[in-house]
């Protein structure tokens, strides 16, 4: 039989053998679909909301691209300027909240 | 999943962790990228605007704060927040309520004076009017310019009502007379 077409091999059979899926992958795939990251995120957002966080991000932005110059800014510019600031100022009952909540979610869903 | 429950601890609160801050950077994405579509897109009041506005202002405070400006006598040459340069005397017309008369917005208030109360027809026709109501007003005060039961003692204090103008006006004779 000729092959007219060079056609790599299916992947799926490829695949299967090659990668297992991380438990980080399989609770993510298990948060998603349960609806549960959504829900995780809109409390996580409130929250941060009302204790103003979002107010000193949203300031921090503002203060960048005056400097910078509207024009001159990027999404990946401002993502770089919240960051680092961003993760050290959230406050510690909200983390301590969704962390309380993730792992209740864990602890039910990895069997 | 067979991972036992003595392990769970550390594991687990990495794993936590990190989808916290699965969480957290989108939050983060979600809040640069308004960010910058406010920016981009002119909404926040523009930051340009903002010093603009912040300089003007303060050039207006200098300048109201100047004691070379008295309010009045300067009143023609001084430039308001808005850029406005107001007269000193108010010239809108309109009429009076009370006696129906065309009058100028910035002689409205001695209009009203003789108008109302303090000249002499009027108050002689207030008191013609409101001989009952005479007890009730306050007796006691000789400023009062509603006192309506002086009509035979009350030349002492027309002299003071009446200028020149407030003759002319009243010697129109728009009021009823007594």
């Known amino acids: ?111 | 999943m067979s991972a036992s429950r003595e392990d769970n601890t550390s594991p687990d609160a990495q794993l936590s962790s990190h989808f916290f801050g699965d969480l957290l950077d989108s939050i983060i994405v979600d809040i640069a990228s308004e960010c910058h579509r406010i920016a981009k897109l002119g909404l926040d009041r523009n930051l340009e605007d903002e010093e603009e506005e912040l300089r003007l202002s303060t050039q207006a405070r200098v300048r109201a704060a100047d004691p070379s400006n008295s309010g009045e006598t300067n009143s023609k040459y001084v430039v308001d927040i808005f850029g406005q340069t107001h007269p000193p005397v108010a010239s809108e017309i309109f009429d009076c309520m009370n006696c129906g008369r065309s009058i100028m917005a910035g002689r409205f208030a001695p209009h009203l004076e003789k108008c109302m109360g303090k000249g002499r027809k009027a108050r002689l026709k207030a008191a013609r009017n409101s001989s009952a109501a005479q007890n009730r007003y306050s007796r006691g005060s000789p400023a009062s310019t509603y006192s309506p039961y002086s009509n035979s003692t009350s030349t002492n204090r027309l002299s003071n009502g009446s200028t020149g103008v407030a003759g002319e006006e009243l010697s129109n004779g728009t009021y009823e007379e007594p």
């Open chain 1, 1 to 111: 039989m000729r092959h007219s077409v060079n056609r790599p091999p299916t992947p799926d059979a490829a695949e299967d053998q090659e990668k297992e899926p991380t438990l980080q992958e399989i609770i993510n795939i298990k948060l998603i679909e349960s609806g549960e990251k959504e829900r995780l995120m809109e409390l996580l957002r409130e929250r941060l909301t009302e204790c103003g966080w979002k107010d000193e991000m949203k300031a921090l932005c503002r203060a960048f691209i005056k400097k910078k110059g509207r024009n001159n800014v990027t999404v990946d510019d401002l993502v770089h300027v919240i960051t680092p600031k961003g993760r050290a100022s959230v406050p510690d009952h909200v983390k301590a909240d969704l962390l309380q909540r993730i792992r209740t979610f864990l602890d039910s869903a990895a069997l």
